[in-house]
């Protein structure tokens, strides 16, 4: 059955989808090509007559994401002018005041889509949550910083948070079209989905466009500041031949040959591990491109702008997962490698081994495997994570913490708990393809249904809590109090050890 929605810009036509209605691909800005190329989003042209909203959008142009996760993850739909579209499910359009949950997919700033399996709402739908996934520009389209070098291209700061916001402004002035309430939107997200929603917390262009937040897996390091943005887009515009300040070259730069040059300069980052030619955040966080902070769109870092209040009128469900780079580690052959030790003395200015002699101790008889994994996961990811919950406790912001535990038999084991392994589980998503591959054969329905009911709570009320699950106070840093989410979930205090924390705070990422 379809059903058909007006909105200020035309008549969108979605579908039923497994008790819910479905609106995919609905722009919500223009597309960002032509003379709109690396400019701020603008709104979308208006449309006569309906306009089927039944198929996934157009996806961002991307570099590939490669080996195992990328298999998983990558988009399995084309790319095209009209990506900064979002897909809607709700209960029901005629509804009214439902809770709306907006998600940001993950995908390191360069990489995914809105299109994943495990993303569908519906649900949360037939829970009574209106759901919006959003595709926003990436990598070099999203995140390249201009304004400095090119200084006739003012307000290009962060195109990617920009489009973010843009999304959030269409779901403020439309999703009342759609039943949701627009003065009770929860943002979320997952690695660099979790991270979005950090700057999107941080910055003042996004004040009052939401309420509450659920950060996922955030990641290191987090955000550039414009010295270090200067030194990659200087690096990038002269493997493109490109003089600074010269516009029209720059304009007329072919997106692919864009992507290209971008993924060689990543490469020659990672390979030559040369920090006088490319920021130490780079070279040891493996993430070229991210928001950039001293800028109008985020005018302090995120880790000073929470520390400073941020998020004091917000509430905030955040967590990581167990063995987060396991995806990663096992499919590069399961051992401590070399580069590992690079990126660790990357990270703590030459002296690496200091970082790896204090987990040996803390860890006795730890694999080389397991010891791999626990320093790149907590370097990445759980390190910033804790830190951040930290700076939220302390601004008296109500955080309630989890870490994901369920560990996936896939690759015979060697994955653990690993990075994305909760996203099927929070959306309730067990019998999607994706979920096949993330899970196996054997789907954990029950554990599934208790997060996803943690989140249904967590999104109405601003509590996680529900009968399924022990007690779950708020974080204190404290005690560091965190719920284990797992077949027999727990709460502990401290699953982080503090004297390592307190190194990883040392080190140059954080």
Known sequence: MSKAVQTRYGVVQGREDEGCYAFLGVPYAAAPFGERFLRPPEAPEPWDGPRSATAYGDVVPQLPMMGYFGDVCGPKYPAGPDCLNLNIWTPDPDAEGVPVYVWFHGGGYFACSNTDDVYNGSSFARNGIVVV????RLGPLGYLHLSDLFPDLPDTDNLGLRDQIASLEWVRDSIAAFGGDPNQVTIGGESAGGMSCQMLISSPLAKGLFNRATILSPGVPNGFSKAEANQITAELIARLGIAPGDRKALLAVETTALLEATGALFIDAIESGDTDKYPAKLVGGKMPFQPVFDTPSLPLPPQTALAQGAASDLEILMGVTHHEFSVVMAADGGVFTPDVAKDMDVVFNG??????????????????????????????????????????????????????????????GALGAH????????????????????????????????????????IKTGDPNHDGLPAWPNYTAKNRETLLLKDESTLVSHPFDPDLLARWRASTLL
């Open 133 to 136: 996934t959003v595709n926003y």
């Open 351 to 412: 002296d690496g081994q200091s970082i790896i002699t204090a987990y040996r101790d803390a860890f006795p008889g730890i694999s080389d495997y397991d010891l791999a994994v626990r320093l790149e996961s907590d370097k990445t990811f759980t390190a910033i994570s804790f830190d951040c919950a930290d700076r939220l406790a302390d601004t008296k912001t109500p955080i309630w913490f989890y870490r994901f535990d369920w560990e996936t038999p896939q690759l015979d």
């Open 419 to 458: 990075h994305f392994l909760e996203l099927p589980f929070v959306f309730n998503q067990m019998d999607t393809p994706q979920a096949a591959t993330l899970v196996g054969d054997e789907r954990p329905y029950d554990l599934a249904r208790t997060i996803h009911a943690a989140w249904i709570a967590f």
